[in-house]
């Protein structure tokens, strides 16, 4: 915990988050740092997500409230929509209860941090009469995009050749987030990604995880309409600014990782030899595009550790192994003590974002292999506006065949503008850095955030 005024009352943040990895892992770091920064904080899952993560000891409190799918979470669901149309009925009865039984065992709490898929906690919040705060987990340039879908200015499917907007590049129609412009697409998330902005205009902070200087333009453009403070990249810190000891990894996982056999695999490969392989822990790849990128792996003649999640690992050619001596298949993997490793050399993703600023954080040029949502924006960023990396194209089924994967890593790996993208992505992995020392832009906003906390009246009842 660093130095704060021990006369000042500890201020209590709870933090509530949507239960599925690329979620959690971020709200987990940010509540480390608010922690380091004096600030008692408990963290908030849904009953499911609690007990069946994997997790280390850690001093942050845990709670949880249901999402209306109590034994099998959000795979349990007969859709997406079910999933959130029963989460949104819920969890808001179910959170109100939590803080009241809080209140009642003598517990105050002065602010709700929430993710933004969540915007019924806000209103709760406010019944409360505590600080809310949306925490957003995508970059704020895809924010951007659907903000100005919320407000009208973007019609749903989007049919123009591109689109300008406020502090973005102009965006061809296959750059936005995949909702826009496939009729149809993901109804469920559809909605909730565009109602994020619902009744933002009550938070009295929001919260991004990204830096000031990744994003500059759209930063200083969002600042004048929101109360925003960026507070990324929200990665463990010895990995980045090394000012939280032992804070090595995010420490809780819903997948159980395969840690040792991967580490021991990478530690006797060269240099900067490795191609580094996931899709997150949401993609689901068909049988044939799996093919493809098995093949694609293997005729690119490099080593490549591929992580297959265990409900896809059928879908791999059962000769593959076999015939493929430089490859590792895993079920999952520790990804930043992989992307840390000397021996990686690039890192084919799906462009999440959380997999997309742990590339930057650690300086690892990519190969972009966009599926859905988000993805496809930040794979634009990745190429045109950071300069990091290079993007397959799909064929006009929509598979990337084994031919574009093998010459895309090839150019990553072999060319000079390969190593024009990896000194580009270590100039983001300096400033990254940066952001979080101290009075970094980063460290600044968590400073400002601590500053309201401490000073802000505490709620003992709720407000009637």
Known sequence: ?????????????????????????????????????????????????LKTIHKKSTSIALESISDGFDDGGVTSAESDKAYLDRFWQTGPRTLTELLEKLINSGNTFDCLVYDSFLPWALDVAKRFGVLGAPFFTQSLAVNTIYYHTHKGNLKLPFTESEVSLPGLPTLSCCDLPSFLYVKGAYPGFTGMVVNQFSNIEKADFVLCNTFYELEQEVADWQGKIFPLRTIGPTIPSMLLDKRIQ???????????????????????KPRGSVVYVSLGSLVVLDTEQTEEMAWG???????????????????????????????????WCPQIQVLEHEAVGCFVTHCGWNSTLEAISLGVPVVGMPQWTDQSTDAKYIVDVWKMGVKVEADPKGIVRRESLKQCIKEVMETERGKEMKRNANKWKDLAKRAFEEGGSSDKCFEDLVKHLVTSPNAQVPRK
């Open 1 to 49: 915990m660093e130095d704060h005024d021990k006369k000042q009352r500890q201020p209590h943040c709870l933090v509530l988050a949507y239960p599925t990895q690329g979620h959690i892992n971020p709200m987990l770091q940010f509540s480390k740092r608010l922690q380091h920064k004096g600030v008692r904080v408990t963290v908030i899952f849904s009953h499911f997500a």
């Open 297 to 331: 792996l293997r005729d690119s003649g490099y080593y490549f550790l591929w992580v297959v999640r265990e409900t896809e690992l059928e879908k791999v050619p059962k000769d593959f192994l076999e015939s493929s001596e430089k490859g590792f298949v895993v079920t």
């Open 246 to 268: 032992d804070d090595n990894d995010y420490g809780f996982d819903l997948f159980k990782p395969n840690n040792d056999d991967c580490m021991k695999w990478l530690s006797d």
